[in-house]
């Protein structure tokens, strides 16, 4: 214990000769840290993980292109000259202090073991994106055939700089940025040609978070708890515009009919889209049990489906080609909704909803399902056709057994 009062507390010189004095450790109470996280503690730790995550999965995405641009420019000049040195010429002197950092570093990891990939046994896998678009930037005049605008390029990688701040250092990571930072990441990808360019990107842009779990979830891109949150995320002008085919099912398609115009629906078809529509039979026994269940009046449905019925054979009898534009019922009981567009290119757009008892349309969860137009391989793995195929077929099975409506 520290020396108390009296005649030794009172002297100047405190010194213990017989040892080390002890001290009183505080109790944590004491100093008044609270160590514990609540509830909400962890909620918002989990979300800024979640966003960092996300963040870095689109960073690594550019910073690999970039490298793989870099080396396919540079390496071809430097390398004949100055071999397995070609990068340290290549950063010149203005980058003597970064590239041999990027050295060192490479030969304690090789010392250590650290390389579990010999593709990354080189210097140029050791370069930051700071780094990386240093070199874009001093040999300008060697990417300059492969780029429209050197200005659009830079405006994307000084948009990424505060997001790879946050994610390098572990800090929090707003929506705001990180909105921003994927919008700059899939810009970058474009400039760079590692575009999709497919046209379900253009509907509902690939997330590369997707693209990388996507056999994880069978096709499925998100899922919603009713419809209104669905068409906020995707509106149905965005779900079929440029369609080249569209597929539904269900009962009264209320999602087509009730929300996208005549008119778009014409000029749909007019631009060579092939419609095929299927509806529950309005006189079928399925449509009274189904409005049972709901407690809807008796004829009450299929009055509604009658009429969108009508109104699509509206549409129909405008078009040059009705050929291309198919209705026909169906008798069968009603197991769900889909509308799938572009389906027979194995590269579209589904929406799919499962029939609940006490629940309408609008109030189903929501499933969005992107078509693979390959298998997906990871890890030597191969993921056969997902939950897009499985619709799909059900649909065709469906469509062979309808009746078609004159």
């Known amino acids: 214990m520290l020396p108390g009062g009296g005649e030794q507390g009172d002297r100047q010189d405190t010194t213990v000769e017989d040892g080390p004095a002890a001290v009183t450790l505080a109790q944590p109470m004491e100093i008044g840290a609270e160590l514990d996280w609540g509830a909400d503690a962890w909620a918002e730790v989990r979300t800024r993980a979640r966003r960092a995550g996300r963040a870095y999965v689109w960073l690594n995405l550019v910073e690999q292109r970039l490298r793989a641009v870099v080396n396919a420019v540079l390496r071809p000049i430097y390398e004949p000259v100055h071999g397995e040195e070609w ?37 140029l896998s050791f370069l930051t994106l ?13 990417f300059e055939p492969y780029f429209d605008d050197r200005r659009d390029l830079e405006l994307a990688l000084d948009e990424l700089e505060v997001a790879r701040h946050v994610v390098s250092r572990n800090r929090a990571l ?38 990388l779990v996507a056999d994880r ?3 499925v891109v998100g899922v919603y708890a009713d419809r209104v949150r669905l068409q906020r995320q995707l509106p149905v002008e965005d779900l ?46 399925a449509v009274r049990r189904r409005e049972r269940e709901l407690g ?17 054979r509206r549409v129909r009898s405008r078009l040059r080609d009705p050929g291309a534009f198919e209705i026909q019922v169906f008798d069968e009981t009603p197991r769900f909704t889909a509308y799938l567009v572009d389906g027979d290119s194995g590269d579209g757009l ?17 499933m969005v399902l992107r078509g693979r137009s390959r298998r997906v391989v990871a890890d030597d793995r191969s993921f056969e056709a997902g939950l897009f195929d499985v619709y799909r077929e059900e649909f065709e099975g469906i469509w062979a057994d309808a009746r078609p409506v004159s």
């Open 130 to 142: 700071p780094q990386l678009r240093e070199l874009v930037v001093q040999h300008w005049p060697c």
């Open 87 to 123: 990068v340290v010429a290549a950063a010149g002197p203005a980058g003597h202090e970064w590239v041999q950092r990027a050295v060192a570093v490479h030969e304690v990891s090789r010392r250590k073991g650290y390389l579990l990939d010999p593709a990354d046994d080189n210097v």
């Open 240 to 285: 079929f515009a440029g369609a080249r085919r569209l597929d539904a099912v269900g009962i009264g398609l209320n999602l087509l009919v009730q929300n996208y115009s005549g008119r778009r629906l014409i000029r749909l078809a007019e631009d060579g889209c092939r419609v095929r529509l299927l509806f529950l039979n309005p006189a079928s026994s």
């Open 296 to 312: 809807l009046g008796r004829g009450e449905m299929a009055r509604s489906v009658e009429m969108n019925i009508m109104h699509m």
């Open 350 to 366: 589904a929406v799919v909803q499962s029939y609940l008892r006490r629940a309408r349309g609008m109030e189903v969860p929501v």
């Open 217 to 219: 979830f069978s096709d």
């Open 174 to 211: 707003s929506r705001t940025v990180l909105d921003q930072a994927e919008r700059a990441c899939a810009r970058l990808l474009e400039l760079l040609g590692a575009g999709t360019g497919r046209a379900a990107a253009q509907r509902l842009p690939v997330d590369a978070v997707e693209e």
